[in-house]
Every structure is written in structure tokens, then in C-alpha cells.
């Protein structure tokens, strides 16, 4: 089974930064990626990444202001959250998928148990 972790979340002011980290108990060899959760709404896709770090993918919401990284070798994913907003306030989850096309947000099927970023004024 794949196990993920992650970490780096936190309470921050509108305009600031946070950076994500998440730890799988395995390679993946495939996708990784992160959704986000907030009160009242739909589990929606941020971000997701390819095996090689070459092709990443970003909602429409968080392009140009959200960077998906990933290390292979360390069986670790990143996301580095900048000119963060007050709509970005969520639960945020580490997911993997095992096969598929890593923009496709159904094709994940593993979760981490979240972390909570807060964004306010």
C-alpha cells in the first residue's frame, strides 16, 4: 500500500507564502499530486506531477502562483504556495496515482491524512 504524509501547513496572512511537503512509503513510479478541501465544498485537484518531474498540471485557480515539485528519489512532493489568497484557506491532501494520466484528478486513488492552511487578512 502507499502511505503519504504531509506536512507544512499553517496559519499565514493574504499575500504570504507556505511550502507543502509530502512523504510516500513508496515510490510511486507514476503521479503525484495535491487536492484541497474546504468547508462546505467538493474535494477539487491543485496539482499534479509525472514520475520524471518533466509534465505538471495546476487548476486554473493556483497557475502562476502554485509550483508542484517532486523528488523520485526521495519518494517526495512539494508544493510551494506563493501570493497565497483567503479562497485558498483548506484542508490540503496528498494524493498519488499508481496509473493514469497525472492530470486527470480521478486517476488518484491515494490520500494522505491532510493538512490545514489558513489564510486571512
Known amino acids: 500500500q502507499v502511505q503519504l504524509v504531509e506536512s507544512g501547513g499553517g496559519s499565514v496572512q493574504a499575500g504570504g507564502s507556505l511550502r507543502l511537503s509530502c512523504a510516500a512509503s513508496r515510490s510511486t513510479s507514476h503521479c503525484m499530486g495535491w487536492f484541497r478541501q474546504a468547508p462546505g465544498k467538493e474535494r477539487e485537484g491543485v496539482a499534479g506531477?509525472?514520475?520524471?518531474?518533466?509534465?505538471?498540471y495546476y487548476a486554473d485557480s493556483v497557475k502562476g502562483r502554485f509550483t508542484i515539485s517532486r523528488d523520485t528519489d526521495n519518494n517526495t512532493v512539494y508544493l510551494q504556495m506563493n501570493s497565497l489568497q483567503l479562497e485558498d484557506t483548506a484542508t490540503y491532501y496528498c494524493?498519488?496515482?499508481?496509473?493514469?494520466?497525472?492530470?486527470?484528478?480521478?486517476?488518484?486513488?491515494?490520500w494522505g491524512q491532510g493538512t490545514q492552511v489558513t489564510v486571512s487578512s
Open positions: 494524493a498519488a496515482a499508481l496509473a493514469g494520466y497525472c492530470g486527470r484528478w480521478s486517476d488518484y486513488k491515494y
Open positions: 506531477i509525472d514520475a520524471y518531474d518533466v509534465y505538471s
